[in-house]
């Protein structure tokens, strides 16, 4: 099992940034990858970004490439996001996720290939 802690999410205005971590623990060394998903009210969950642990090869969503960061610290075991030029559309409850599988569909930010996931942390982005 692994257990996955968000944190840093608030309340800011748009066109700021601001920075969330996710906290790894338990049984980690068996992850692949670890992603960063959102679900804003009334629509469903999607992928934002993914690292694999090993290599930190990373993908985005077009909607926030260039504009969001995910990094690790595998020391840490510690998932990171640095999200710039935030806008409205970007308010959504963010979840870090990670898998233990290995495939393009765990890169491409398929949420049914991944195995654990946190318990969310919101984001408001006002205009």
């Known amino acids: 099992q692994v257990q996955l802690v968000e944190s840093g999410g608030g309340l800011v205005q748009a066109g700021t940034s601001l920075g969330l971590s996710c906290a790894a623990s338990g049984r980690t060394r068996n992850t692949y990858a670890m992603g960063w998903f959102r679900q804003a009210p009334g629509k469903e969950r999607e992928f934002v970004a993914v690292?694999?642990?090993?290599?930190?090869?990373?993908y985005y969503a077009d909607s926030v490439k260039g504009r969001f960061i995910i990094s690790r610290d595998n020391a840490k075991n510690t998932l990171y996001l640095q999200m710039n030029s935030l806008t409205p559309e970007d308010t959504a409850v963010y979840y870090c996720?990670?898998?233990?599988?290995?495939?393009?569909?765990?890169?491409?930010?398929?949420?049914?290939?991944?195995?654990?996931w946190g318990q969310g942390t919101q984001v408001t982005v006002s205009s």
């Open positions: 996720a990670a898998s233990e599988r290995i495939g393009v569909s765990v890169i491409k930010g398929a949420p049914r290939d991944y195995d654990y």
């Open positions: 690292i694999t642990w090993i290599g930190g090869v990373t």
